[in-house]
């Protein structure tokens, strides 16, 4: 009964949050949209300010893995004349974006500018990412990790593939067996920058118990290919349920779906991970929505909330 009423209370905070945003939409949006800019797609209105309104406008392209969205990127504000009593655009103009943004804006999150401080300590042309991920690669040689961003690029080691640990019972292996984690610092035309990759298993097993002759895996920082990634959703204190056009909490908002149903959350994890940037990965849902998610995780034993 409990597990229902968890169940239930997701769905209602869904759907508030959904009816909230519909409800706070002014009523001259709706008008600015025929005036929308080829190759933009519209998210939330902003700002009304007198007889201007600023609506919140990405790149098409925001979403496609062969150009990801940036979070460190300069945005651009449609910004919208209306007339004299505000309800109805008259006339559009593609604008930077400047001014006091809503208040969960990713221009006020801090640890994004902290990574883009770091940007520096990467190889060129790297975007700056933060997150746990795991191997989804089943090769039994393992996945390899490379110098650079390339399938030519010198392998400098290897992750193991799931491990099965066996303790006569004792062990809490699950069915597939333990992928082995790392921490995602960096993305580049379809490779994650990993480091820090840790046994299969060894963070949730009994240290004492745990094997010394278990795989171990190559630990420092190196390339590995996106589409051999996964990870869960972690609360990333933006709206639940759907994911994002762009990596912005004002972008367009699509619902999504977990995989045995029902409105993504902290449970579960896409079925692709794209690319990053800061702390937003580009996923895809379980049901094939793509789009960005604020926080992804690698633990394997509970949710990231």
Not at 68 to 87: E, G, I, K
Not at 175 to 191: A, Q, V, Y
Not at 221 to 239: C, D, E, I, L, Q
Not at 252 to 265: C, V, Y
Request: neutral net charge.
């Amino acid at each position: 009964m409990r597990a229902l009423g968890l169940i239930a209370a997701t769905i209602l905070c869904v759907a508030t949050q959904a009816a909230s945003a519909d409800d706070a939409e002014p009523a001259w949006r709706a008008s600015a949209l025929a005036m929308l800019p080829a190759g933009y797609v519209a998210g939330t209105a902003y700002r009304t300010e007198g007889s201007t309104g600023y609506l919140a406008v990405y790149p098409i392209s925001s979403n496609d893995p062969k150009s990801p969205a940036s979070v460190f990127a300069t945005r651009q504000a449609l910004v919208v004349a209306l007339t004299p009593d505000a309800t109805r655009a008259v006339s559009v103009a593609l604008k930077p974006r400047s001014g006091p943004d809503p208040d969960t804006d990713d221009t006020d999150f801090p640890k994004h500018a902290d990574l883009a401080a770091k940007r520096s300590t990467l190889p060129d042309g790297t975007e700056p990412c933060d997150f746990g991920a795991w191997s989804v690669d089943k090769d039994p040689d393992g996945l390899n990790v490379r110098a650079e961003p390339s399938i030519k690029a010198r392998v400098l080691g290897t992750l193991p593939p799931p491990y099965r640990l066996k303790l006569g019972g004792s062990e809490n292996t699950p069915d597939g067996g333990w992928l082995t984690e790392f921490r995602i610092i960096g993305f580049k035309n379809g490779w994650f920058l990993i480091e820090g990759a840790k046994p299969p298993g060894k963070d949730y097993e009994d240290d004492k118990k745990y094997p010394r002759s278990a795989p171990k895996p190559y630990a420092g920082r190196g390339w590995v290919a996106s589409n051999k990634v996964g990870a869960s959703y972690a609360n990333g204190a933006t709206r639940m349920g759907g994911l994002f056009q762009a990596p912005f909490v004002d972008a367009k908002w699509m619902p999504a779906q977990r995989e045995l149903g029902g409105p993504i959350d902290t449970d579960g994890g896409p079925k692709h991970i794209f690319a990053c940037s800061g702390l937003w990965g580009l996923v895809e849902s379980q049901d094939g929505v793509r789009g960005w998610w604020r926080g992804l995780c690698s633990n394997q034993v509970t949710n990231c909330s």
